[in-house]
C-alpha cells in the first residue's frame, strides 16, 4: 500500500466538491495538468482509473486518491450506473508517498493511503453528504464550515486506516480471497472454503468483512457479478451458459441477482455495452 505523507504544519485545505454520476460507458477525463489532490469516494458501482501506469478498480465503499500534476485517465468505461463523491484539496507543506507509516514521524506527519476500503461507510457518507449541503451558497461562513468538515472527513479516513487487523485474521481473509478467486466459477458452498481453511464460515465471513469490508458471500457474489459483465460484453455465449460459467446453478436466480445488482438484466447489460 501506498501512503501520501504530510508534514504537519500546515494542515491540508479544502477546496471544491460534489458529487456525480457516470453512466455506462462513461470515462473520467485523461488529464496531467490539475493542481489538486483529488479524493474520490464510490458509493455504488465502479470506476475504473489509472494514474501513471497504474490501473485501479475502485468499487463500492472504496477510495483513491489522485496525486496533482500526475497523468489521470479511465482505462476501461464504466459497466454500469456509478455514484461518487469527489473533493480537491491541497497543502502548502511538503508531502512525499511512502510505503508504510514510519512510527517515529507519526506525531508530526499525516498519513492517507492512496487507496482504502471504507470499514463504517454511514459516517464517511454523512460527512460528504453534509459538506455538499454548503454548495448552493457562496458565503465565507460556509467555506470556514467547508473547511472544518473537510478535516472531520479526514480524521474519519485516519481512524478508518489505522483501526487494528491483526495479521492473523488478515492472512485467513487473503489466502480465503485467494482461494474464492480461484474457484469462483464452479458451484462451490461456505462449507468447502470452511474445511479448506480450517475454520468456521462465519469465522472467515467475519475476517473478510475486517479486511475487504464485504461478508464472504457478498464477495463470492461481487466475483461472479464481475466475471458476468465481462462475458456479458465480450463473448457471444448465451446468458444461460454466462450464468454456468460463472458458478450460478440457475438462470433465474443469477438474472435476479444480476440485475438487483447492477440495475439491468444480463440481457438489457449486453445490449447497452455492445
Known sequence: MKYYTFKLPPYLYYDDSNEDVFRMGDKHISRSNFEWFDLIIVEKG???LGEEGVNY???SNQGLILAPYAHHYSFK????????YWIHFQTTGQWTIKDSIEKKHANDSLYLPNFFSLKHTDPVFQILKELNSFLQINHLDNRFNQQIIFLQLIQRLIQNNTQAVSAKVIQIAESSATWLNNNFQRNISMVELGNVMNFHPSYISRCMKQVYGISMKKYLLKLRINHAKNLLSSKNDSIEKVAFKCGFN????FSKTFTKGIGLSPSEFRNNYR
Open 57 to 59: 478498480t475502485i468499487g
Open 250 to 253: 440457475s438462470l433465474s436466480f
Open 77 to 84: 468505461p464504466c459497466t454500469e450506473d456509478t455514484h461518487f
Open 46 to 48: 465502479t470506476l475504473y
